[in-house]
């Protein structure tokens, strides 16, 4: 077989189905994820251990495979013909090579293409701050992320940073200066790379992921010293993520954090991606907004009341998740079941939904 065309096949293949991963494993079919379903290619060969690394092999530059071989894992881009990319990852299970690609559009979206609500517009707005962007992974956070930082790069003439591991999506740069840093690459490590941010003259920050209390606290103390910063987490929702970020600390350096966090903190927005009636998916999302009432609850740790201000302060721009959802199924763009499916609290969705 010939490794590199066939991989090339299964690449161009997953990009014209809008496919949003591609899935290399023995002892099954090249396998797509579509609108969250994962369908197999039943017209291609089951993949053998032997086809497995053919396959993957392929993928690789000489340094990635060195490294894979030392830590039996690895993250990384690749990019494909000049078409599209995709984030690797590689790794082994049961002893053979496995893979998960996904693609990433060279194109990036805007807020309005996205079916983002608009009020995600006031977060490229404040020169300092801290935005994420939280919910499981593979329901867009990058994509959100990218879609606010080139909305600067177009609109502002600012010194724009990202610390990625792997670079997702490529910014063409317009009014801002972008210089995109990649782990391994431009970087001997995320934490190294952090270390040096700030000597690097920079106004906006991208974190491509906060891993730990070392990278929370680059972050926080950027938002602090006069910069914009966006970045994510894989927590559920507002009030989870203000806790996993102050839990991440020792217990007697909470207070202060909490406080850091309440100065610096500008919003956060926690996403799903649904699967639309119609085909496709669409996002609902809780955005919180910190007003004086959040920053309070944050500096008190009282994080449980943090929904009730959500959902009482609509007026502001901030939305509940289950009120995102419930206007989507009124919308006839989501199903009911798929609704329940998403929601925290089922029963309260329903409550939003009998009322109308």
């Known amino acids: 077989m010939d490794y590199k065309q066939k991989l090339n096949e299964l690449l161009l293949t997953a990009a014209k189905q809008n496919a949003s991963d591609l899935h290399i494993g023995i002892g099954r079919y090249p396998t797509m994820r579509i609108d969250d379903i994962l369908i197999p290619l039943q017209r291609e060969s089951i993949i053998t251990p032997e086809i497995a690394e053919g396959l993957i092999y392929e993928l690789f530059t000489p340094e990635q495979k060195a490294i894979f071989l030392k830590n039996k894992e690895i993250d990384f881009s690749y990019n494909f013909e000049d078409k599209v990319r995709f984030r690797i990852n590689v790794f082994n299970q049961r002893g053979y090579l496995a893979a998960a690609l996904r693609l990433i559009t060279n194109q990036i979206r805007n807020i309005e293409e996205l079916n983002l609500p608009p009020i995600l517009h006031d977060f490229t707005k404040p020169s300092q701050g801290f935005v994420l962007v939280v919910g499981p992974a593979g329901h867009g956070k990058s994509t959100t992320l990218a879609a606010l930082v080139d909305e600067i790069n177009h609109r502002e003439t600012d010194h724009i940073i990202t610390i990625e591991d792997p670079i997702e999506y490529v910014y063409t740069q317009d009014k801002s200066i972008v210089s995109q840093r990649e782990v391994g690459i431009d970087a001997l490590d995320f934490n190294f790379a952090l270390k040096s941010l700030l000597r690097q003259d920079p106004d906006v920050v991208l974190i491509g992921e906060m891993r730990d209390k070392e990278s929370i606290a680059t972050a926080m103390t950027a938002a602090e010293t006069g910069h914009l910063v966006f970045s994510t987490l894989h927590t559920n929702s507002a009030s989870q993520t203000i806790d996993r970020i102050i839990d991440s600390f020792p217990a007697e350096q909470q207070g202060q954090v909490a406080s850091q966090l309440a100065a610096t ?74 609704a329940e499916m998403y929601s925290l609290n089922t029963s309260e969705l329903r409550i939003l939904l009998e009322r109308g």
């Open 265 to 338: 903190l500008l919003g956060i927005v926690s996403q799903r991606l649904i699967p639309r009636i119609e085909g496709g998916r669409i996002p609902a999302c809780e955005i919180m907004i910190t007003n004086s009432a959040i920053r309070n609850l944050i500096r008190e740790r009282k994080t449980y009341q943090i929904d009730l201000v959500i959902e009482t302060s609509m007026q502001e721009g901030m939305i509940t998740l289950n009120r995102s959802l419930a206007n989507l199924v009124r919308a006839k763009e989501i199903s009911l079941d798929n």
